[in-house]
Every structure is written in C-alpha cells, then in structure tokens.
C-alpha cells in the first residue's frame, strides 16, 4: 500500500459516512515536509458536522488509528500525517526484490495493439544521424507502452520506393560500376547520389533522365526492377548491422513499395467519397477546412506521392492490427504531412484517424550546423557506433584494466552511451552531438547511470551475494529514505513516460536515481556488521534492479562490471 492509500484508508475509518473520493480528492501533500508527508484540510466537513474545521480536526484525530503512523498531529484545521518511513521503505523494497522484473507495471492499455513506425531509413541512401533518433525513441516507446500492457509493433516503413531510385539508376547508368557498387555499396551508392545532385545544378536535363528511370520502375521494367532489387538489398544488409549493434528489431519491414498495389483502392475510395479534385492535372484533396495545404494524391503524370502510400498503410495498419493506437516516429519537419494524413483519413469518415500520432522530435546538429545527405555533410551511424565504442574501451582499459569480457562491455557501453545520449533530450529539443560528451563516464550520461550500477553490483558480489527474500528490510535514516523515496516513484514515472510518448522522462529518472545512490554510497558503510547489514543490502539490490528496469526500456544494456 502506497502512503497516500494508507492515509485515506485511516480517514476513512474515521469517517465512514463521507465518500471515499472527497476524502482523496482533499488530501494534500505540504509543501514543508515538517507539516508532514500528507495533510487532510477539514474545511469540507464543516457544512456537514455544523462544526468550526478546528474543532473537527481535533474530534477526528482522536478517532483515527496512528498505530501504522509515525506520527498524526492536528495543526489548526489540518490533521498532518507522518508516515512510517521505514515500514513503507519494507514494503516499497521487498516489492522489488520479490519481483523485480514486474515492479512498476501497470495496466494503462488492456493488451491493445499499437503500430509504432520508426526507423524507416531510405534504401541507396546511408542511415543518418536523424533515422538513429527515430530508431531509438521508437524502440524504447515499444519498452515502455509493453510495460503499461499495450501490444507495440514495431513496423520499419522503409524507404525503398520513389523518385531517388530514378536519380540513383540515372546516376549509375552515366557514372557506375558495378564492381565499385560490389566493394562498397552504401558510400559507393552515396556518391552517385551526391555527384548526381551536385551535377544536376548545371545540366538539368539530368532530372528529365531520372524522372524516366522511375517512371520505368513503376511500370515494372526489367532492367529497372533488378537495380531496384539490387540496391535495396545491399543497403537493407548495412542498415541490418546496424539495427544488430543496437540489439533492436522489427515486427515488419513494409516500405512504401509494399503499398505499390494498395494504392488504387485509396484513390478509387477517394473518388467514390468524391474528395478528389483536379487541379493543374493533378489529383487533390482540398484540405482549407483543416487550414491545411491541399493533400496531393496524385500528380500530373500520374505518380503516386509519399501521403497516397501513407493514406494506403493506415488503412492497412487499421485492417491488420485493430489498432488502439498508431504511432509515427517521425522529425519534426514531417509535422504538415502527418496533419494532412489525419484529415485526409477524418474526411474519408474514418474516425480513428484521431488514434494516429505523429511523434515528432527534433534535429542533431553538428556544431549548431544542420546536417544534410544531398550536399553530403551527414554523420554517419555506422561510425558514430564505431567511435563510441573505441572510446568507452579507452576509458574502461585505464579504470577496469583486468575486466574480462572487455570487448562486449566496450560495446555496451558505448552504444548504449550514443542512445542514452539521444533519449535524455526531450523529443522536441535540436541538440547538438559530440562524441567525447556523449561517452564520458561522469555527467549526465548513459555510463554514468551503468557505473551506477555496476558499483550496485560490485557491493553486492563482496557482501557474497546473500539471499535477502527474508530480511527486516526496514531502514529508517533519512539517506536511505531518499534513495527509497525515488524507488518508490518508478511506476508513476513510466506511466507518465508513456501518456507523454517521451522517453527522456525515464532517462532523467534513471541519471537522478544513479545520483541519489552515490550520494547514499558516499556516507553509509554498507557493509559494515550491524543489525541493518541486510536491510542495506536490500535496498543496493533494489537500485541495481530499477537502474537495470530504466536502462532496458531505454534500450540500454546494464553490464555487471566495467
Ligand atoms: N523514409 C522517411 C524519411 O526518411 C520516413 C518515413 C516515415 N514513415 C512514414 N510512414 N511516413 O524521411
């Protein structure tokens, strides 16, 4: 029973013909904790009892039972309560301990289906800086909304289909080869990219050539269809390196080229409902009413755009799932296309396009500068991942230097230091990356909450690890009950992480709790031989259990030792 609970359980008693929810709806928590850890203002009951609130407070103390209580004391027309710190520190720490995989679940979503899009990097183009953003913060929403039992699937909308793939076959047609693509597919693909932008500037009649490449691979010429295939496998292959290193998976690899033969249905049903217009030989959706820019569908020559595969994947996100939710982990600057794709949806007379979410984030700059694929300034994830981990094996070979396995906690450190690094911002925040930052070991950073934890389990393994199912874990001084206060606070955290679809708000949960425990760590002996050995004992266990619980639904590995 939380503390709240366990004061409108003693009023109640006290009271039994007031209802239940006006006693908790009055309940205060001071603001000074010497007015105690909860008040019950009387006021309300002075209608009723025909009593001055003083009198009340002072009749109604007498009646309640403090025996579960440090202390309850009338101050005017309050009654102040005082909780039993150690026994709620127990209970709080023997939740924990019993179960430690469970603790702070909750039961927000009734098992509910929630379709998550994210990651969706483009095919021939290289995963960037802004696609790990997406990768992460969807990734670690799928944790969270698990753990308040909705059912995420995590769907990767690659970008495999679209006007690049004519650039990139235009491109490789005048300048490739098929023996460089072979030894370096994704810079080598990139390159062509680059140069084709770069050179399209001067001459371009170089756009005429792609929109030709395109226009055959959309009426399924052979030639065009195996390039198609060719690129895409070679960069699913690289983004799959990737997607292994960050120990992250999917439920569903449908791109937008899935959606190649689901199109003509979206546009038949829009004719039927009779919302398509034209409009310079294009086909529209006239959004005004929305305040919105007119949707798109289709273009003069007749392509269909990125909302047309859009419009066809909700719909059939909404056919396969049932879902309760449908969530798009996609920047910021994608905001007007998702506002189109819900009203598009709202004028369809689908009412669930009010459960899709687009969930925006901002951008990673690189010294306050924007990153850009088409002038080629981007940083690439592959070796951002790469860094980080040489560097976190750095700093562990000088502070561990006898750690065993220091290669595969190298890795989770520093890979875990680039997505720590990213989910403590808030998704709407542009922040700025730089490596050495990101993986030092002090600060706000994912090693420092690892640490955290692994001095958690460095004492544990010297105390030889004793069983403590059973123990008094009562702990009454004031350090201890700040770390156990924290702990105490877990569930209501991931709730609110996931009503509020930010990662962060766990992220910062995690960095306070590691704080709090070296702040307990500096002035207690743990380990010295006394009565509360164990209650100690319990609650370092308890911290390692919920930094670990933090850390996995950020998608954080929590290595015993480093
Ligand atoms: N491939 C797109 C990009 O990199 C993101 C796709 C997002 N998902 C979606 N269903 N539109 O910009």
């Known amino acids: 029973m939380d503390g709240k609970t366990q004061v409108v359980e003693a009023i109640k008693k006290a009271l039994p013909d007031v209802n239940q929810e006006d006693i908790e709806s009055k309940i205060e928590r001071p603001k000074d904790n010497k007015n105690g850890d909860y008040a019950f203002p009387t006021f309300f009951l002075a209608k009723i009892k025909h009593q001055a609130p003083q009198m009340i407070a002072a009749d109604l103390v007498k009646e309640i039972d403090q025996s579960g209580f440090e202390n309850v004391v009338v101050a005017g027309p309050y009654i102040n309560f005082f909780l039993n710190k150690a026994q709620i520190a127990a209970g709080i720490l023997s939740d924990i301990i019993t179960d430690p995989e469970n603790y702070g679940n909750a039961n927000l979503g009734n098992g509910g289906n929630v379709p998550i899009d994210m990651s969706s990097p483009n095919i021939a183009k290289p995963m960037s800086m802004g696609h790990l953003r997406s990768t992460v913060i969807g990734n670690s929403l799928a944790n969270i909304l698990t753990k308040v039992n909705y059912n995420p699937i995590k769907i990767n909308h690659l970008g495999d289909w679209g006007t690049q793939f004519g650039k990139l076959m235009a491109a490789y047609k005048m300048w490739g080869s098929e023996e460089e693509v072979k030894a370096d597919p994704i810079n080598t693909l990139q390159k062509y990219y ?83 217009q034209e409009s310079k030989g294009a086909e529209i959706v006239d959004l005004e009413k929305y305040n919105l820019n007119p949707a798109l569908i289709k273009k003069t020559d007749g392509a269909t755009l990125y909302i047309t595969r859009d419009l066809a ?36 007379g689908f009412d669930w396009s009010d459960d899709i979410h687009h969930i925006p984030f901002g951008l990673i700059t690189q010294g306050g500068r924007k990153l850009s694929t088409r002038e080629g300034r981007v940083i690439l994830l592959e070796n951002v991942l790469d860094d980080a981990i040489n560097l976190a094996r750095k700093q562990i070979a000088e502070k561990n230097p006898d750690l065993k396995n220091a290669d595969e906690v190298a890795k989770q450190v520093g890979v875990g230091a680039v997505v720590f690094h990213d989910l403590k911002n808030e998704r709407l925040n542009n922040f700025d990356f730089n490596l050495e930052e990101v993986v030092r070991f002090e600060g706000e950073t994912g090693p420092y909450v690892q640490y955290a934890n692994a001095r958690a389990q460095s004492i544990l393994r010297k105390a030889g690890n004793p069983d403590l199912t059973n123990v008094n874990m009562e702990l009454g001084d004031a350090d201890a009950w700040e770390v156990i206060k924290m702990l105490g606070q877990f569930g209501e955290t991931v709730q609110r992480a996931s009503r509020e679809y930010e990662p962060s708000v766990i992220a910062k949960y995690s960095l306070q709790l590691a704080k709090g425990f070296n702040q307990y760590y500096a002035h207690t002996k743990i380990l010295v031989d006394d009565d509360e050995k164990l209650a100690r004992l319990a609650l370092v266990t308890a911290v390692s259990d919920v930094l670990k619980s933090s850390l996995s639904l950020l998608g954080v590995q929590a290595p015993d030792e480093m």
């Open 194 to 276: 680059v140069r084709f932008h770069q050179e399209d500037k001067e001459n371009p009649a170089l756009d005429d050539d792609a929109r030709a490449w395109f226009r055959k691979l959309e009426d399924g010429d052979e030639e065009a269809t195996y390039l198609w295939k060719w690129f895409r496998s070679e960069s699913l292959k690289l983004f799959m390196k990737i997607y292994d290193l960050l120990g992250i998976d999917f439920d569903s690899y449908n791109g937008e080229a899935f959606y190649n033969d689901k199109m003509d249905e979206v546009v038949q049903m829009l004719e039927d409902k009779g919302l398509l």
């Open 313 to 348: 994947a909700a719909i059939y996100r909404k056919r396969t799932y049932n879902f309760v939710q449908s969530l798009y982990v996609v920047g910021n600057e994608q905001q007007n296309h998702f506002k189109q794709l819900k009203a598009v949806l709202k004028e369809m």
